[in-house]
């Protein structure tokens, strides 16, 4: 399967201080997702903006559907499609207005346009809002919105920045049914997250990126693995049989027991996770032992970061939602683009302008 996105030894650096991009590689076959998964400031924002021509890197290369992304910024822009915390729609159009002038943006044509927006409306479940300002809307309809406005061109490249941050969690599901049902039509996409539920059940492969560069890439499953599989946590009815606990089930564990004898506690990493459950339980029923509580639960984005990195993700709820999508965005008609896209930039500024309104000049 060739590359739709290739990219290697990515730098970028804002100013002096800040290297966002550290020599970042990546690929993604064509028709495939991959999610690039980091907290917030790995430089997963910095690396779509690269792909999409918004932003011109100090060192590498990068080709997206087999065009080279700094030679023909032009002719790539014709061929992907882009949605997240940069893209905008215009609050004061309605969404049918907002889908319609980006098909004219395309050259569609106005009938075309106008049609490929009905369409789109239809297909992210906004027709009823079609004739309403986009002021009016839900933080999750503007993004299925700015969604559908990155498809107007059927492009066969995608790429969500975070496409549900922010969101809360009925509008993240309907989200994710609509992406889920997109890429079934074969189109590749690169999705950033913080979110491991949503590399998770959205993506072929992960590609963890921490301080600009990929440390790890694999399925969901693999990269669980990498950190030790699941967890059984069990709670023993009496201190004293920690230890025989701890006896029994170290021949399922995958990596050292932790015990918690305030709390009665053995928590054991296991690879095979209900497998190992039963056996475990078996165990303790042969060495006379009885659970008081016992559960299994997968390693969390934390627990993957910190094996991989020795720190924590870092990531809170609070900060999810800093880039005020979901419904906080302000005025100025570019919700969800509040800080990233207005940061002094230090690359080439006249150029990212003029891409910038290439493929979001439907705000202005
Ligand atoms: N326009 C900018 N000016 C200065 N620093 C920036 C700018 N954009 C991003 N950064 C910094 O670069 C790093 C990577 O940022 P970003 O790519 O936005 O990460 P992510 O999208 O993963 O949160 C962070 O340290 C961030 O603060
Ligand atoms: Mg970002």
Known sequence: MPDAIVAEGLVKHYGRRVRA??????????????????????????????????????????TVAGIDVLARPRALRSRIGASGQYAAVDEYLTGFENLEMVGRLYH????????????????????DAADRPVRGYSGGMRRRLDLAGALVANPPVLFLDEPTTGLDPRARLDLWDVIE???????????????MEEADRLADAIAVIDRGQVIARGTADELKSMVGGDRIELTVDHTDNLAVAQRALAPLADGEIHVEPGLRRLVVP??????????????????????QDVGLRRPSLDDVFLTLTGHEAEETADDAGEYGQGGKAGGGGRPGAVPEADRPEESDPAREVEAIEAMEGRSR
């Not at 076959?29 to 430089?43: C, F, I, M, S």
């Not at 569609?108 to 027709?127: V, Y």
């Open 181 to 195: 049902e997109l890429v079934a039509g074969g189109t590749t996409l690169l999705l950033t997250t913080q979110y």
């Open 21 to 62: 991009l550290d020599g970042l590689d990546l690929t993604v076959p064509e028709g495939t997702v991959t999610a690039l998964l980091g907290p917030n400031g790995a430089g997963k924002t910095t690396t779509v903006r690269v792909l999409t021509t918004l932003l011109v890197p100090d060192a590498g290369r990068a």
């Open 270 to 291: 296991v690879s095979d996770g209900s497998q190992a459950l039963v056996a475990a339980i078996g165990k303790l029923s042969d060495e006379g032992v009885r659970i």
């Open 108 to 127: 569609m044509g106005t009938r075309r346009s106008k049609e490929r927006a009905r369409e789109l409306l239809e297909r992210f479940r906004l027709s």
